[in-house]
């Protein structure tokens, strides 16, 4: 099993920066395939960001690419979330995730594919 909990998230301008970190309890982060989800008000869970166990590979929903970088650090058990020039639209609670997935398969777009949760951390972008 994996315990996760987030922190970093908080209140920021439109155009402005946060970064997001996801820290890992278990000796076996490394296995695990991380990802990100968001959700906003009155809205499903969705789908930001997946990175591999290597950290070889990533994914990004269209929504976030080009702006947000994810990536992993095995060493200290922990992910983390670049999020640039963020927009009101990206306001939402944000929740890291872990599995043991085949990243190849793809399974990490899909939320019911995701065995572990955070408890979220909230992420306001104001206009």
């Known amino acids: 099993q994996v315990q996760l909990v987030e922190s970093g998230g908080g209140l920021v301008q439109a155009g402005g920066s946060l970064r997001l970190s996801c820290a890992a309890s278990g000796r076996t982060f490394s296995s695990y395939v991380m990802g990100w989800f968001r959700q906003a008000p009155g809205k499903e869970r969705e789908f930001v960001a997946a990175?591999?166990?290597?950290?070889?590979?990533?994914s990004y929903a269209d929504s976030v690419k080009g702006r947000f970088t994810i990536s992993r650090d095995n060493a200290k058990n922990t992910v983390y979330l670049q999020m640039n020039s963020l927009k009101p639209e990206d306001t939402a609670v944000y929740y890291c995730a872990a599995d043991l997935m085949a990243y190849s398969s793809s399974s990490h777009y899909y939320t019911g594919a995701w065995n572990y949760w955070g408890q979220g951390i909230q992420v306001t972008v104001s206009s």
């Open positions: 990175i591999s166990w290597s950290g070889g590979s990533t």
